[in-house]
């Protein structure tokens, strides 16, 4: 009888890897002078890199600081530093002195630490490490299965950590975030070098120590809904609704949705009330701010209404980057070669080099090349303007070394 039919016997049930656990207990959490004194000593006299991690509120709060630092040490042990309670952690930071750093997702930490005066001269990010790899999944409790056979308890991730006191159960999930990484750096460092991409890492974790995050020009734009407002005087509506949104977020540090959310904001802008009645009856306007700021919003409504025609919103600015490409086919059919001739090649090359195509370029990298390649076609001085391009968009030397021969090709063939 074929094991797949309905009678079979069901096989063992495949094994639960082991809960990770605390190894020296949960620590208290440090808020105050003394505390920091004891933490800034024990980190000073150890030695070896320092797990870092910092949980915010997102969600919650407007702003992105940090609410919890963890940081763990071989020889230290796990340290939880309330920041909330100092004007900064420059003490840490002169204790860490030139230690290496260990992060997960390094982007998302780097600057609400940067803010507290916490900076890394050397770090290993393990979730990059992960996508140098191709592991299929780069999250940290999934590498600390794959890794070290262990689960990890992820259930407080979307938490309010400016909540006061923090229980318990949340400081144990942030101590566990922390406790696995040296050993996972240790492991991942030995699979880098095995793979021979230690470089690429080294030049990629090189690159993060100058990461800053980007600034939305008209970010109000970004308000989920307002592409379906017709008319420009409903879509200034929706741009001094939610400037005046923003700054009463700012002002109570609050996450903006949570004043109105986007869904009322647009209903307001398409309404376009004429008095704070009707502004309350508007089909879909709610949230918590909805009445206890009427006479704002009704004053952004009213200041749309007025707006000088000239000074409307249109439509948002290219800005300097390339159209979309799937505009090109029928607009622009030289670029559309170009562009699928090299998206064609990364993917091939991707794949020999076993990686995720992303990291192997930047995709913005190769439609700006694409879109705008250099003029030349001597396939010597062509390859060294794709390369000169290449390092001016930001690709990091082992990126250049890999693919300008494939994009130099992928011109040249698509163009003759």
């Not at 204790?95 to 260990?102: N, R, S, Y």
Request: include cysteine; aromatic fraction near 6%.
């Amino acid at each position: 009888m074929s094991d797949t039919t309905p009678d079979s016997p069901a096989g063992p049930p495949a094994p639960v890897a082991p809960l990770l656990e605390l190894s020296e207990g949960l620590p208290p959490v440090i808020d105050d002078v003394a505390g920091l004194s004891r933490a800034v000593d024990a980190l000073g006299s150890a030695s070896g890199p320092v797990a870092i991690d910092a949980e915010r509120a997102s969600g919650y709060r407007y702003s992105q600081r940090a609410y919890l630092i963890q940081l763990r040490r071989e020889g230290s042990g796990t340290w939880l530093i309330d920041p909330t309670g100092f004007e900064d952690l420059r003490p840490v930071q002169e204790a860490l002195g030139d230690a290496e750093w260990i992060l997960h997702a390094a982007t998302q930490d780097l600057p609400c630490l940067r803010e507290v005066g916490l900076l890394p001269t050397s770090l290993f990010d393990t979730e990059l490490a992960g996508r140098l790899l191709n592991h299929p999944r780069v999250g940290l409790a999934s590498l600390v299965e794959t890794e070290l056979g262990q689960r990890m308890r992820k259930e407080h991730s979307a938490a309010d950590w400016s909540t006061r006191p923090l229980p318990a159960p949340w400081l144990e999930y942030a101590a566990l975030d922390v406790e696995p990484l040296v050993e996972l750096r240790r492991l991942m460092i030995d699979e880098l070098r095995e793979a021979g991409k230690q470089e690429w890492a080294r030049e990629e974790f090189q690159h993060l120590l100058g990461f800053e995050p980007a600034v939305r020009v008209d970010a109000w734009r970004r308000t989920s809904g307002v592409h379906k407002l017709r008319g420009r005087r409903h879509v200034a509506a929706a741009k001094l609704l939610w400037e005046a949104r923003d700054q009463i977020a700012r002002e109570r540090d609050v996450t903006p949705g949570r004043i109105i959310p986007d869904a009322a904001l647009v209903a307001a802008a398409g309404a376009m009330p004429t008095d704070r009645r009707a502004l309350l009856r508007t089909p879909g306007f709610h949230g918590r701010g909805a009445d206890r700021y009427s006479s704002t919003w009704m004053e952004a409504i009213d200041e749309a209404r007025t707006m000088d025609e000239q000074l409307l919103p249109g439509k948002p600015a290219r800005g300097d980057g390339p159209p979309h490409p799937r505009t090109w086919a029928d607009r622009y059919p030289e670029a559309d070669r170009r562009f699928k001739a090299a998206r064609e090649s990364m993917l091939t090359l991707a794949e020999a080099h076993d990686l995720p195509v992303e990291n192997l370029l930047t995709p913005e990298h190769v439609r700006r090349l694409a879109w705008e390649p250099p003029a030349t076609r001597e396939p010597a001085a062509l390859a060294d303007a794709v390369r000169e391009q290449l390092r001016g968009y930001g690709a990091r030397p082992w990126q250049i070394g890999l693919v300008t021969g494939a994009l130099t090709g992928a011109i040249l063939i698509s163009d003759s």
